[in-house]
């Protein structure tokens, strides 16, 4: 039986699928929005995904997760970016403009916010409109994604702050963004596809970065972003999962659980443990 497999509909993915069906990949592909998707894995619309780290931590004892993959960052991760027209340790009282489209990143900056700067009465709301015209008018808001990309290059606020950078300075850790959480009915149902796809994900990130610049010409988003800035994009990211990564995933699930975000801290079970 063949996996559906979601996929996130941003730059930093494109490591993971430019190459996917070149290695071996046959399944099917959703695309969506983080949320989206973290929707579609709690209720079995797809097998496997990127999704939040955060979804993994709500409903853990529905997944496992793929060894060694992930979306991360070890500094500057460019695309989870607070804008603001004031400083970020003067906004006691004021309210934020919320994406609605990723939990982790949400909740990265509440931490950030109420541990690292001690603002423990800032406000938070998805607007009605969009999260720009927010930042336009002089308020602050949280972009992920490719609209931070876009809005960091039009220097959309006076003030900019990148999340991972700001988690990096305050603990020393890498911070993760997205696992690779699998269903556990899916291990059942197709584990040796399961099988094949960790080896197919390995193999079209190791293709992706043995030649970035020609990832760089076949990705649409060269148009706005240029090549260069493509190829640094993806360098500024971390897509392994490794011990330092590991920590700081778990030192970011203590601090929910610390500021009320989650009820418990996840334990972190792998496929094929």
Known sequence: MSLVV?????????????????????GTIVNGVPSHLNHLLAEGGVDVSPSSSFEYARNWRKYLLLPE???????????VLLFSGRPIDTLSDFDIALTGDSATSVNLLKIILKEFYDLRDVRYAVPEG?????????GSALLIGDQALKSAQE?????????????????????????????????????????ALQGQLKCSRERAFASLEDLAKATPEREWMGEEGLIEYWNCMSYELGEAHLEGLRFYFHLCVRHHLLDEE??????GA
């Open 6 to 26: 979601g996929h996130i509909q941003y730059i930093n993915c494109a490591p993971f699928f430019h190459y996917l069906s070149n290695c071996g990949f046959g």
């Open 69 to 79: 993959l992930s979306i991360s960052a070890c500094g500057p991760v460019r695309s």
């Open 130 to 138: 969009s999260v720009e015209a927010v930042i336009a008018e002089g």
């Open 155 to 195: 220097k959309a606020a006076p003030y900019i702050y990148d999340l991972a950078e700001l988690w990096l300075q305050h603990t020393g850790l890498p911070f993760v963004f997205a696992l690779w959480i699998l269903r556990r009915q899916a291990v059942r149902d197709k584990a040796d596809a399961v099988r």
């Open 266 to 271: 996840p334990e972190l079970h792998f496929w």
